[in-house]
C-alpha cells in the first residue's frame, strides 16, 4: 500500500494547500494520506488562527485520510529539527512517500544539497565557521557556506520551502527511513503581501483577515476552511495577542524566572532578550529589538515562545523522537484504522490517552493556554469532538 506523508501548517487552509494535496496525492498515486500537523504553536513560534481540530478537519475535508499533531517539542524547533520529528513520525506511521514543496523544481539537486549537508564535508564547516565568525546568524551562514562549496546550489537556501525540503531530505538519510520523495512545485511567493487566489500565502491571509479584509481572504480559501474561520471572527475566539503578550511579559520580567533555561539560546542572547523585555509591551516589540543579521525573527519567536508555555532547553534537548501519534482527525476506513495495531508507535485516539503519553504533555499544556487566549473554558481539547468523516 502507499502512504504519503505530508508535513503542514494549514493555517489558514487555503486554495494553494488544497491545490498541493490533490497533486501530491496524484504524484505518489496514494492509497491513503497521512498530515502531520502543527498543534496550537506553528513552526515559527506565533499562535495559530485556528485550532488544532479544525485545521485538521479542513484536511480531511479536502482528501487526506488521517491527519496527527506533531508533538510541541519538535514543532517549536529550527527547520531542520522540526522536519526530523516529524519525518520521524510520519515513517512511524508507516508512510511509503512523503511530499513537500519547494521553489526550486529540481529534487536531484535538492538531494545532492542535502547529502553535501549530511555529509558536512571540511571545506564547508571551514566556510561555516568563517561566516558565523563574521556574525551571520547560523541559517544565513549555511546557505552561504553551501553556496561556495556547491556552487551549483547557490541561491537555493534563501526559498523558505527549500530550506524545509532540503531539511525533510536531510531527516529521510539521517533516520534511514524508507520515504521516496514527491516534489511540488511551489508556486507563488511564500511571504508576499497581496493575495494571489490561485496560489495564496498564509501569512498574507492572516494578516488580510486580522485587518478585517475578509473578501479577498475567503475567495483564496474552500468554502469549508472559510465556515471555520467565519465562526471564530463571529464568536470571537481568535486568540488574543495582547492576552498573549501580558503572559509573555510578565513571565520574562519576573526576576525569579531563569532565562538560562530557555532553548535556542547563545552568547549574549540572553541579556538581550532581557534588555528588550524591560523596555517592550510584547512580542512584536521584543521582535522589531532583536532581530538582526545574526538573530533570525523566527528564532526569537520561538524562543518568546517556549518562555510563554515554560519550555526549557532540558525538555528541548532531550525530547525523543515521537514515541505515540495523537490522531485530530480522520476518514472512515477499518483497513486504514486496522492497520494502526501494528504500528511501531500507538495512535492515540483520545486527548485523555495524551495524559498518559510523554510526548504530547507540552501539547496539552498548549491547549490550556490557547483555550485561555481564546477566551473559553479550561476544557479543551477534551470538549472537542475528534473530526470524522
Same mark, same amino acid.
Given at each position: +500500500? ?9 493555517? &489558514? ?7 498541493? !494535496? ?29 485550532? &488544532? ?16 499533531? =506533531? ?9 531542520? @529539527? ?5 519525518? %520521524?513520525?510520519?515513517? %512511524? ?15 536531484? =539537486? ?17 566556510? *561555516? ?21 556547491? #556552487? ?7 526559498? &523558505? ?30 511571504? $508576499?503581501?497581496?493575495?494571489? &487566489? ?30 471555520? =474561520? /467565519?465562526?471564530?471572527? +463571529? ?13 509573555? +511579559? ?9 532565562? %538560562? ?7 549574549? *542572547?540572553?541579556?538581550?532578550? %532581557?534588555?528588550? $523585555? ?5 512580542? /512584536?516589540?521584543?521582535?522589531?529589538? !532583536? ?15 517556549? $518562555? ?11 525530547? #525523543? ?11 472512515? @476506513? ?11 508507535? #500507538? ?5 485523555? *490517552? ?8 507540552? @501539547? ?8 485561555? =487566549? ?11 469532538? +475528534?473530526?470524522? *468523516?
Amino acid at each position: +500500500m502507499r502512504i504519503l506523508g505530508i508535513v503542514a501548517e494549514y493555517d &489558514p487552509f487555503h486554495l494553494g494547500h488544497l491545490s498541493h !494535496l490533490t497533486r501530491s496525492r496524484q504524484a505518489a498515486e496514494a492509497d491513503l494520506t497521512y498530515i502531520a500537523l502543527s498543534g496550537c504553536v506553528r513552526q515559527r513560534g506565533d499562535w495559530a488562527l485556528l485550532p &488544532p481540530r479544525e485545521r485538521a478537519a479542513c484536511a480531511v475535508l479536502a482528501g487526506a485520510d488521517a491527519v496527527f499533531e =506533531l508533538p510541541l517539542l519538535w514543532t517549536v524547533r529550527e527547520a531542520e @529539527n522540526y522536519a526530523l520529528g516529524a519525518v %520521524s513520525l510520519l515513517a %512511524s506511521l508507516g508512510c511509503t512517500h512523503l511530499a513537500f514543496g519547494a521553489e526550486r523544481d529540481d529534487l536531484p =539537486l535538492l538531494a545532492r544539497l542535502a547529502d553535501h549537508l549530511e555529509a558536512s564535508p571540511s571545506a564547508f564547516r571551514d566556510a *561555516l565557521k568563517l561566516h558565523l565568525a563574521a556574525g551571520r546568524g547560523y541559517p544565513s551562514a549555511v546557505a552561504a557556506a553551501a553556496a561556495e562549496t556547491l #556552487p551549483e546550489a547557490a541561491g537555493v537556501l534563501e526559498e &523558505p520551502n527549500n530550506i524545509l525540503a532540503v531539511c525533510y531530505l536531510r531527516a529521510i538519510r539521517r533516520l534511514g527511513a524508507s520515504l521516496s520523495p514527491v516534489l511540488i512545485h511551489r508556486i507563488g511567493a511564500y511571504h $508576499a503581501a497581496g493575495i494571489d &487566489p490561485v496560489s495564496p500565502s498564509a501569512s498574507a491571509l492572516r494578516g488580510a483577515l486580522l485587518r478585517g479584509n475578509y473578501g479577498p481572504a475567503y475567495a483564496a480559501m474552500p468554502d469549508y476552511a472559510v465556515r471555520f =474561520l /467565519r465562526r471564530r471572527f +463571529m464568536d470571537g475566539s481568535l486568540p488574543d495577542t495582547d492576552a498573549a503578550d501580558v503572559l509573555l +511579559m510578565s513571565r520574562l520580567r519576573d526576576p525569579a524566572y531563569e532565562k %538560562s533555561l530557555l532553548p535556542f539560546l547563545s552568547e549574549g *542572547l540572553e541579556d538581550a532578550l %532581557s534588555d528588550a $523585555a524591560s523596555v517592550s509591551g510584547g512580542r /512584536r516589540e521584543i521582535l522589531e529589538r !532583536l532581530t538582526s543579521r545574526r538573530y533570525a525573527s523566527a528564532r526569537i519567536s520561538r524562543l518568546c515562545a517556549c $518562555a510563554l508555555l515554560g519550555i526549557t532547553a532540558e525538555q528541548a534537548e532531550s525530547a #525523543p523522537l515521537p514515541q505515540s501519534a495523537g490522531l485530530l482527525a480522520f476518514r472512515r @476506513n477499518p483497513e486504514m484504522t486496522a492497520r494502526w495495531k501494528d504500528l511501531p508507535v #500507538p495512535v492515540l485516539s483520545s486527548p485523555l *490517552l495524551w495524559r498518559e503519553s510523554a510526548d504530547y504533555g507540552p @501539547n496539552l499544556a498548549a491547549y490550556r493556554t490557547d483555550a485561555l =487566549l481564546r477566551h473559553l473554558p479550561d476544557t479543551l481539547p477534551f470538549s472537542e469532538k +475528534m473530526f470524522v *468523516l
